[in-house]
């Protein structure tokens, strides 16, 4: 099983909005709508953003939203923050090995 | 709202053997799948293997599969990998992390709490 495809970076200014792409197939975010979003400062544990495509869980700002067409997942960062500053993964559940993450993004705040 | 925290990493030989361990701490671990996952430095997150909530389901990654086994221990709340005939690949921080699902044998939605991670790292 491949990983998911993101974007090996993407920037923004503060205030700005981005999105980060990811990319699956058929098999995983094609047919299934069990995507997450993480968040990875560095030296710490991944944090979920998002679940099911859309979901925040309680606690996570409004400001970080999902969607998904076809065979690729979206996040959405609006009003940038320096603290937004950190790695981006996506994740999905997969038919033919369970669980993957993408190969993860990393935002730079300008 | 449970807690994870593993342990058993160190520094071990290629070709040995180490069991890293999962505790949970608060309600409602039993009803959980759960997940380990596997960052090498400076790498990105992998995805290595799942229990199901019960045990009776375990799921593995390629890169693990016949070297890695996964078990539980609903009554002491913890869940075990371990890891043998390790390889230099192997190294990194490995989590552990709670699925969000609840009861689930087939299908794995995303892990919503993980743990601080321990690391291994397989070197002569």
């Known amino acids: 099983q491949s990983a998911l495809t993101q974007p090996a970076s993407v920037s923004g200014s503060l205030g700005q909005s981005i999105t980060i792409s990811c990319t699956g197939t058929?098999?995983?975010?094609?047919?299934?709508?069990?995507v997450s979003w993480y968040q990875q400062h560095p030296g710490k544990a991944p944090k979920v953003l998002i679940y099911?495509?859309?979901y925040r869980p309680s606690g996570v700002s409004n400001r970080f939203s999902g969607s998904k067409s076809g065979n690729t997942a979206s996040l959405t960062i609006s009003g940038l923050q320096a603290e937004d500053e950190a790695d981006y993964y996506c994740?999905?559940?997969?038919?033919?090995?369970?669980?993957?993450f993408g190969t993860g993004t990393n935002v730079a705040v300008l | 709202q449970v807690q994870l925290v593993e342990s058993g990493g160190g520094v071990v030989q290629p070709g040995r053997s180490l069991r890293l361990s999962c505790a949970a701490s608060?309600?409602?671990?039993?009803?959980?799948?759960i997940h380990w996952v596997r960052q090498a430095p400076g790498k990105g997150l992998e995805w290595l293997a799942v229990?199901?909530?019960?045990?009776?389901?375990?799921y593995y990654g390629d890169s693990v599969k016949g070297r890695f086994t996964l078990s539980r221990d609903n009554s002491k709340n913890t869940v075990y990998l371990q890891m043998n005939s390790l390889r230099g690949e192997d190294t990194g921080v490995y989590f552990c992390?709670?699925?969000?699902?609840?009861?689930?044998?087939?299908?794995?939605?995303?892990?919503?709490?993980w743990g601080q991670g321990t690391t291994v790292t397989v070197s002569s």
């Open positions: 992390g709670k699925d969000l699902g609840t009861t689930s044998l087939f299908f794995y939605y995303g892990l919503d709490v």
């Open positions: 608060g309600s409602m671990f039993s009803n959980h799948g």
């Open positions: 229990i199901s909530y019960d045990g009776s389901k375990k």
């Open positions: 058929s098999g995983d975010i094609g047919t299934y709508n069990y």
């Open positions: 099911d495509v859309t």
């Open positions: 994740g999905s559940y997969t038919s033919t090995a369970i669980y993957v």
